[in-house]
């Protein structure tokens, strides 16, 4: 019998209406392949499952300051963020989709510099004081916040899985190489449901 996983919590990367809508967002690739394999409600159940167990589900979204203090066009996202004013704090950009508006209880941590969701934030401390242990993973993206997160949770000693089904790159073709290569290295690369079937107890 497999063993269940010790004090995870969820961790869903960046779901917001500047990235997923493919109306809005900064990247109609990745919002065409989150749409295409179902992120959303996907994500949207495993939250209640972690919920159903009392299991604590935290959300890491971007949001730009309105004078864009501490952006630098250090990159190609830090670029287009600038000239787009986009994933500005108190615009729609930032408001996640409706089946993954943070619930009472879960934990919300913002980020207003910088590509990846320990940067800048509150979500180690958060997580500590939550005593946990392992992160799952889900969001976007599989190209460059992910295998951040991942990278930057294994070396403050969290164990990481990625629940794999519920995340989505800029294409299918770069979603494949990114988990395969990078994100396998780091992560235990899991379906929703497996993730489901090694949750604890609801203490």
């Known amino acids: 019998m497999t063993s269940p996983l010790t004090a995870p919590a969820l961790v869903i990367s960046e779901c917001q209406l500047g990235i997923l809508d493919p109306g809005r967002s900064v990247s109609p690739g990745l919002a065409e392949h989150a749409a295409a394999r179902g992120l959303v409600p996907r994500t949207a159940g495993l939250a209640r499952a972690f919920r159903g167990l009392r299991l604590p589900v935290f959300h890491c979204l971007i949001e730009h300051r309105p004078d864009q203090a501490g952006m630098l066009p250090n990159s190609y996202l830090g670029k287009l963020a600038l000239r787009g004013r986009s994933m500005t704090a108190g615009t729609d950009d930032v408001l996640p989709p409706a089946e993954l508006t943070p619930q009472t ?44 997160l991942a990278l930057e949770a294994v070396n403050r000693g969290y164990d990481v899985v990625l629940a794999e089904d519920c995340t989505a790159g800029s294409s299918p073709e770069a979603h494949r190489f990114f988990v395969e290569n990078q994100l396998a290295v780091l992560a235990r690369v899991r379906t929703s449901q497996e993730v489901i079937a090694r949750l604890p107890a609801a203490p």
């Open 105 to 148: 209880g879960d934990f919300v941590s913002r980020r207003a510099t910088g590509l990846t969701a320990f940067y800048g934030t509150d979500l180690d401390a958060m997580l500590r004081l939550q005593d946990v242990r392992t992160l799952v993973l889900a969001g976007v993206s599989t190209n460059v916040a992910l295998p951040g």
